[in-house]
Structures are given as structure tokens and as C-alpha cells.
């Protein structure tokens, strides 16, 4: 399905795909691109199987495919890579990397550009930001074909349920789910199924003692794995993770930063791009990561002066961040 975005006539009106829809079109042919598709959000997964696609088509064609980093792009760089011929007079597809980094001179050469596209050029544009972040997000997206590339309710477990049937894998009952709601995103999930496909027989049947195994892998505390139940899990899993953590004798200040953390990687996804563990599988609103982080400083505030005990620090995270959450 495709949305159209903006309102008035004769305005330009933006495009919202699907992740799914998105990649079927990257895979596809030049002719039937739009000259901009702008993909926005945290999940590095989803980015990543659009740049994937986007070579994968370009390939196809034998179009010309050319990476650019945001945060290093400069304007005349650019100008020259959206000017030039193809040296094999086709198409060409350029992916820059970090859109969002990009400077002000940059964004004005694209937007320029914008304007009266040249023929036979296709950019794709990623960012972990989301588009109502940044003044310039949100002006591009109404204006091109934006792929949000955030997981949202059991689209995370849609996508999982569709990585392991593309590495083969026949695995019983709730094994996917399970593993699943155990990893902290969709590239830590394809990294463990990639564990048991190397296990796997010609069929895609893993051996009993590759998932018992893995288990028993998963059955021990996690404070990463008791932030992401806390913040985005249900009840029952913030109680498990939070009775796992007691009792193997985890630190509750282990468990208060690694909240800590998760709340930080919402608020500046940037900074902390190189901790996957601290982005929250279930996406955490602005607003909401600062009331997080207030409890952890009252948390934080109340152990300094004596007023909780270390081990009751994960006990009373879950309640008064989960009822800031939840309500």
C-alpha cells in the first residue's frame, strides 16, 4: 500500500511504503524509481535490506551504483556525482549514508537538485533518524518517497518469522518468537539464526541440541535483555527478567544504566550507533526517554543517599518506569 502525504493542490506530495513494498521496488528497474527514496528510522536491519535491494537492482541493469557518506558529503562532491554521465550511458543509483549528517550547503545542492532532476540518476538516502526529528527530514519527506524503517507493534516479529525462512530454517513451534523477544533488535536476532543455520540440515531442520543449547545460552540474566522487557515488553516478561536478574545476584546500578542507556539511544541515536543493545526494540518517543531517564536519576539519587537498597533498584525501575510507560 501507498500512502500520499501533504496536503494542497499542486504542492508536492510525499509517499510513505512499506519496508517490504520498498525493497520489491529497489530490486526492480531504474525506470520505475522515484527520483528520491528517503529511508528513516532506527532499525538497522530495514536499512540495510533497502541498500541491499538497491544494489541487488542496480546490478541487474548494470546501472552504476555509488556510496556517499553524509557527515563527510561535500556540496560540490555532490553536485558533480548528480552531474555526471554514467561511463557506461545507463542509469546510475547513489546511496548516501548518513543523510541526516549532511551540512546545510549539501541539503541546499539537494534540494537544487530537487528541482529538475536529471535523468538517469536514482538517490537513495538512509538515516536512523526518524523524520519528525529534523527540519530537513521532515522537508524531504514531503516532498519524496520516505520508508519508515522502524518495527512497530509485531512487525518485529513478521520480519523475523521472514529472516528465518530466508536462511532455510524449519524450526518448531514458538522458537522464532522466542528468540526473538530475547534479542535486542533484528540484526542480533539474524545473528543467532545464522548460529543454528549452521547447524542446520539440507531440509532447514535444526538438531535438538543446537536449540537446547542456544537456550540454555538465553536462560541466564541479561540487564540488556530486562531494559528492553521493561520498556517495550509486557508485564510478564519485565517480572522474569527482572527475578532473573535477583537471582544471579546482578547489580541493580548494572540494570539502572543499562535503562539508562536504552533512554540515551532514543534521544541521540547517533551517538550511540555502536550499542545495538541500547535502542529499544519497541520505538521510545522523546518525551518518554526523558521520563525515563528522570527515574533513573531519582533511582540513582535514592541509592546515594540510602533510601533503596542496590538489589531493590531493578524492582522499583519496573514499577515506576513502566507506569510512566504504560500508565
Given at each position: 500500500m501507498v500512502r500520499a502525504q501533504g496536503e494542497g493542490a499542486g504542492k508536492p506530495r510525499g509517499a510513505v511504503v512499506t519496508p517490504r513494498e520498498?525493497?520489491?521496488m529497489l530490486r526492480g528497474p531504474s525506470a520505475g524509481l522515484p527520483p528520491i527514496v528517503l529511508a528513516a528510522g532506527s532499525d538497522d536491519f530495514l536499512r540495510e535490506k533497502l541498500v541491499r535491494a538497491c544494489r541487488a537492482g542496480a546490478e541487474s541493469e548494470g546501472a552504476e551504483f555509488q556510496r556517499l557518506e553524509g557527515d563527510a558529503l561535500q556540496a560540490e562532491t555532490l553536485a558533480g556525482a548528480l552531474g555526471t554521465l554514467s561511463l557506461f550511458g545507463g542509469t546510475r543509483r547513489i546511496w548516501i549514508r548518513e543523510a541526516s549528517k549532511m551540512g546545510g550547503g549539501v541539503e541546499e545542492t539537494l534540494l537544487a537538485w530537487m528541482e529538475?532532476?536529471?535523468?538517469?540518476v536514482f538517490l537513495l538516502l538512509t538515516t536512523s533518524r526518524e523524520v519528525d526529528e529534523l527540519k530537513f527530514l521532515g522537508a524531504l519527506a514531503a516532498r519524496v518517497t520516505t520508508v519508515p524503517c522502524a518495527v512497530r507493534g509485531r512487525e518485529g516479529l513478521t520480519w523475523a518469522e521472514i529472516i528465518a525462512e530466508e536462511e532455510g530454517l524449519k524450526l518448531p513451534g514458538r522458537t522464532v518468537e522466542v528468540m526473538f523477544r530475547a534479542t535486542p533488535d533484528l540484526l542480533s536476532f539474524r545473528q543467532e539464526i545464522r548460529k543454528l543455520a549452521a547447524h542446520a540440515d539440507t531440509e532447514g531442520r535444526v538438531p535438538a541440541q543446537a536449540l537446547e543449547s542456544l537456550r540454555e545460552a538465553r536462560a541466564g540474566a541479561s540487564v540488556e535483555r530486562w531494559a528492553q522487557a521493561v520498556l517495550g515488553g509486557s508485564a510478564a516478561q519485565a517480572r522474569?527478567?527482572?527475578?532473573?536478574?535477583?537471582?544471579?545476584?546482578?547489580?541493580?546500578?548494572?540494570?539502572?544504566?543499562a535503562l539508562a542507556e536504552c533512554a540515551f539511544g532514543a534521544l541521540e541515536p547517533q551517538s550511540f550507533f555502536y550499542r545495538r543493545a541500547a535502542r529499544p526494540a519497541a520505538p521510545l518517543q522523546p518525551g518518554k526517554a526523558r521520563a525515563v531517564l528522570d527515574q533513573v536519576y531519582r533511582a540513582d539519587r535514592a541509592l546515594k543517599r540510602g533510601e533503596i537498597r542496590d538489589a531493590e533498584l531493578a524492582d522499583a525501575l519496573v514499577q515506576s518506569v513502566r507506569q510512566i510507560l504504560h500508565g
Open positions: 520498498a525493497e520489491k529538475d532532476p536529471g535523468e538517469g522474569a527478567e527482572t527475578e532473573a536478574l535477583a537471582r544471579e545476584g546482578v547489580a541493580g546500578t548494572s540494570a539502572l544504566w
